[in-house]
T-cell receptor, first 114, second 117 residues
Framework: KAGVTQTPRYLIKTRGQQVTLSCSPI?????VSWYQQTPGQGLQFLFE???????NKGNFPGRFSGRQFSNSRSEMNVSTLELGDSALYLC?????????????FGSGTQLSVL | KQEVTQIPAALSVPEGENLVLNCSFT??????LQWFRQDPGKGLTSLLL?????REQTSGRLNASLDKSSGRSTLYIAASQPGDSATYLC????????????????FGEGTQLTVNP
């Protein structure tokens, strides 16, 4: 069974641009969560999608948005990039976050904002 | 609001030593606690998951315990090897206030482990 796949692996953008990151969950998984990891803040929860609906949201500005498609693949969008958005963005999938299942993480997208 | 703390922040040990990593959390209303390993610049690899009703889980040289009432978990690594060098993260899955609002993991800051040959 293929794991969680995130693309692209690396991204370099400049301030003010926007970016879209993609995540393909493990086959059969319906819950996809996004996390931001920075050296200063550690791992912070962004949002969770389940069956195409955003079910949970962390404390990030509206510039951070996402969506989930009918095949459970998810995209995350960041508009008007700021230097502080430079981070490793991790996607995780599970069958349903409201259970005792493990979360499986992808390798992440390393975003650098110049 | 759930808060997770890991001690120590960094640990350096000689190969072969047994070691313990600590994790504490503030809200005992949890589904489970999960220990992850992260290598530099990489994603997270799940090591062990302990459900809220369980006391411990074991996998090979790893043993994780959970004391929900005191808000503590430990990860025990036996006979450490240089390949164990990585950052170890503890994460708690909290019960949501509403069943429709999903759940999330709250992570500790991690313990950076170095095992010297």
């Amino acid at each position: 069974k293929a794991g969680v796949t995130q693309t692209p692996r690396y991204l370099i953008k400049t301030r003010g641009q926007q970016v879209t990151l993609s995540c393909s969950p493990i086959s059969g998984h319906r819950s996809v969560s996004w996390y931001q990891q920075t050296p200063g803040q550690g791992l912070q929860f962004l949002f969770e999608y389940f069956s195409e609906t955003q079910r949970n949201k962390g404390n990030f500005p509206g510039r951070f948005s996402g969506r989930q498609f009918s095949n459970s693949r998810s995209e995350m969008n960041v508009s008007t990039l700021e230097l502080g958005d430079s981070a490793l963005y991790l996607c995780a999938s599970s069958g349903d976050s409201l259970t005792n299942e493990k979360l499986f993480f992808g390798s992440g997208t390393q975003l650098s904002v110049l | 609001k759930q808060e997770v703390t890991q001690i120590p922040a960094a640990l350096s040990v000689p190969e072969g030593e047994n070691l313990v990593l600590n994790c504490s959390f503030t809200d005992s209303a949890i589904y489970n606690l999960q220990w992850f390993r992260q290598d530099p610049g990489k994603g997270l690899t799940s090591l062990l998951l302990i459900q809220s009703s369980q006391r411990e889980q074991t996998s090979g040289r790893l043993n994780a315990s959970l004391d929900k009432s005191s808000g503590r978990s430990t990860l025990y690594i036996a006979a450490s090897q240089p390949g164990d060098s990585a950052t170890y993260l503890c994460a708690v899955k909290s019960r949501p206030r509403q069943e429709t609002s999903g759940s999330r993991l709250t992570f500790g800051e991690g313990t950076q482990l170095t095992v010297n040959p």
